[in-house]
C-alpha cells in the first residue's frame, strides 16, 4: 500500500512539475521551440537515459528519441529484454537548438535544473548517459564519452546515490555503422547494474564506557592485605 502511495505521489509530482516546465522561458531556445520535450517513460523507473537535446520529430512530438535514434535506442533495450515503457527517457535540454547545433554553456546551464528534479522525483538506480553533454553534465567531469563509455560510475547526483553509465549516443552508430557492436557491448552490461544490490549500511560501533582507572592501595592498605 505504501509503495503505491508513493508511486502515485511520483506521477502527481511529475506531472505536476512537467506542466510547469511546459512554459518555461529560462534561456533563448524557448523563441524557436514549438513545445518543450519534458520525457517520458516509467516514473517509477529503476533505469533512466538521459541525451543531449531534442531534435527536429522530438521537437514536432513532445518526446525524446522518436527518430531513427530512438528506434536503435529501442531496438537495445529489446535485446537485454526491457522496453521503452519500462524506463524513463529524458534529455539535459529541454527544447530544440536551432538546426540541431550543440547546446551552448548557458544554455545547459539554465535547463540542467528541470533534469535535476526530474532525478529527484523518479530516483533512479541506475542513470545512463548517452554521449558527451550529458555524460560531462552529471560526472561533473571534463572526460568525453570514448574515454569513459561502458564504466560505471558511483555518484551523488541532485543529492542521490546513483550508479552514473556513460554510453555512447545511438545516434553514433547510425553514423558510424561500426559502433553498433560497441553500444551492444555496452547496453548488454545494464541488467547486471540493474540487479546489483543496494550497498549495506555500515554496522554501528556501540560505544562502550572508559574504564575506571583502578585505585592505587596506600602502603597501609598493601600491609594488612598480607595478613
Known sequence: ?????????????LDAY??????????????GR???????????????????????HEDKQGFPFVGQAGKLLDQLLERIGLARAEVYIANVIKCRPPGNRDPQPDEIEACEG???RQIELIEPKVVATLGNFATKLLSGKPYGITRVHGKPQETRVAGR???????????AALYTPAMLRTLEEDFARLPALLAREEPAPAPVIPLFAAPQARAVPTPAQE?????
Open 161 to 171: 546515490a546513483v550508479v552514473l553509465y556513460p554510453i555512447y549516443h545511438p545516434a
Open 114 to 116: 528541470h533534469l535535476f
Open 1 to 13: 500500500m505504501a509503495a503505491a502511495e508513493d508511486s502515485a505521489h511520483r506521477i502527481a509530482a
Open 18 to 31: 512537467a506542466a510547469a516546465a511546459s512554459t518555461c522561458t529560462r534561456c533563448r531556445l524557448a523563441a
Open 223 to 227: 600491609q594488612l592485605g598480607l595478613f
Open 34 to 56: 514549438t513545445q518543450v520535450v519534458f520525457g517520458v517513460g516509467n516514473p517509477d523507473a529503476d533505469l533512466m537515459f538521459v541525451g543531449e537535446a531534442p531534435g527536429f
